[in-house]
T-cell receptor
Framework: SQKIEQNSEALNIQEGKTATLTCNYT??????LQWYRQDPGRGPVFLLL?????KEKRKERLKVTFDTTLKQSLFHITASQPADSATYLC????????????FGSGTRLSIRP | DGGITQSPKYLFRKEGQNVTLSCEQN?????MYWYRQDPGQGLRLIYY???????QKGDIAEGYSVSREKKESFPLTVTSAQKNPTAFYLC???????????FGPGTRLTVL
């Protein structure tokens, strides 16, 4: 069956450390993988997109990797801050039309001062 | 301000009543989407529309209906046939050729 799993329902780390979130999938062949941030009671906000032929993408303190062999993406936040506390969703995008995007259930990240 | 709006933010309805959730965007985006989010779960696609006057069912379309008469608007009706309608509903839009989705603030529907 097709599945997308984000390991760890919740992740608690100390401010200043690097947070690493995992997204694993089975029986999908996504052309793109996206990461979104969602704050409580709000809609998700797009953070990064990585293509199947890209190994790594960076944006400020954020880094995403995409391993199509392992069927896994890692999302890193370096020098984490309490303001980074939120739920992070990964999403599989099958083609450039983006007609159908499959979302994971998310990982709730808490950064303690 | 450009953006995507949903109204109302909170909605209460009695069981057996149909209810329509509003979604409007002034981003000139072609595609619009409706998702449902339940506690501890990801977003599940209800319906999407890539062009005016055309829409497709998502994974959980039963008990829902939509229309796309204007590019800017994509209302969702939750009918009495939807067995468990209490949830957080999110509308999103996307411009052709760009995979990023822009989300509205969501409507929390509670059926009493």
């Amino acid at each position: 069956s097709q599945k997308i799993e984000q390991n760890s329902e919740a992740l608690n780390i100390q401010e200043g450390k690097t947070a690493t979130l995992t997204c694993n999938y089975t029986n999908y062949s996504p052309a793109y993988l996206q990461w979104y941030r969602q704050d409580p009671g709000r809609g998700p906000v797009f953070l990064l997109l990585i293509r199947e032929n890209e190994k790594e993408k960076r944006k400020e303190r954020l880094k995403v990797t995409f391993d199509t062999t392992l069927k896994q993406s890692l999302f890193h936040i370096t020098a984490s801050q309490p303001a980074d506390s939120a739920t992070y969703l990964c999403a599989l995008d099958m083609d450039s039309s983006a007609s159908k995007i499959i979302f994971g259930s998310g990982t709730r990240l808490s950064i303690r001062p | 301000d450009g953006g995507i709006t949903q109204s109302p933010k909170y909605l209460f309805r009695k069981e057996g009543q149909n209810v329509t959730l509003s979604c409007e965007q002034n981003l000139n985006h072609d595609a619009m989407y409706w998702y449902r989010q339940d506690p501890g779960q990801g977003l599940r696609l209800i319906y999407y529309s890539q062009i005016v006057n055309d829409f497709q069912k998502g994974d959980i379309a039963e008990g829902y209906s939509v229309s796309r008469e204007k590019k800017e608007s994509f209302p969702l009706t939750v009918t009495s046939a939807q067995k468990n309608p209490t949830a957080f509903y999110l509308c999103a839009s996307r411009i052709s050729g760009n995979n990023e989705q822009f989300f509205g603030p969501g409507t929390r529907l509670t059926v009493l």
